[in-house]
């Protein structure tokens, strides 16, 4: 069974930083595309950004130069490292595995196939 735990949302201030974290079970990370998607109350799930199993990252235009992805294949752990983050980065982050071995970036939530539980994620001004 494969399952994807979120780990390190809270609160934070505006301009400060938060890490998540999500581990994998059941499978390896090293063939897949991890994603990161976010969901604010009543709005639809958004693409945040990904790294895929050659390195490369994608990021939505609204994160760019401030959330880096990472991810460490030996801890089959992916990581979100956000920086100068503003009130409305406040949502529900939810990290997302596909396995893909192609050159393609994923963006949408339904290429994914297994889902973490999400973490809150809340920006105070």
Do not use: H
Not at 38 to 55: D, L, M
Not at 71 to 99: F, H, I
């Amino acid at each position: 069974q494969v399952q994807l735990v979120e780990s390190g949302g809270g609160l934070a201030q505006a301009g400060g930083s938060l890490r998540l974290s999500c581990t994998v079970s059941g499978r390896t990370i090293s063939t897949n595309t991890m994603g990161w998607f976010r969901q604010a109350p009543g709005k639809e799930r958004e693409f945040v950004g990904c790294i895929k199993w050659n390195g490369n990252t994608a990021y939505a235009d609204s994160v760019k130069g401030r959330f880096t992805i990472s991810r460490d294949n030996a801890k089959n752990t992916a990581y979100l490292q956000m920086n100068s983050l503003k009130p409305e980065d406040t949502a529900v982050y939810y990290c997302a595995a596909r396995y893909d071995m192609t050159t393609a970036v994923a963006v949408r939530a339904s290429e994914y196939e297994y889902w973490g539980q999400g973490t809150q994620v809340t920006v105070s001004s």
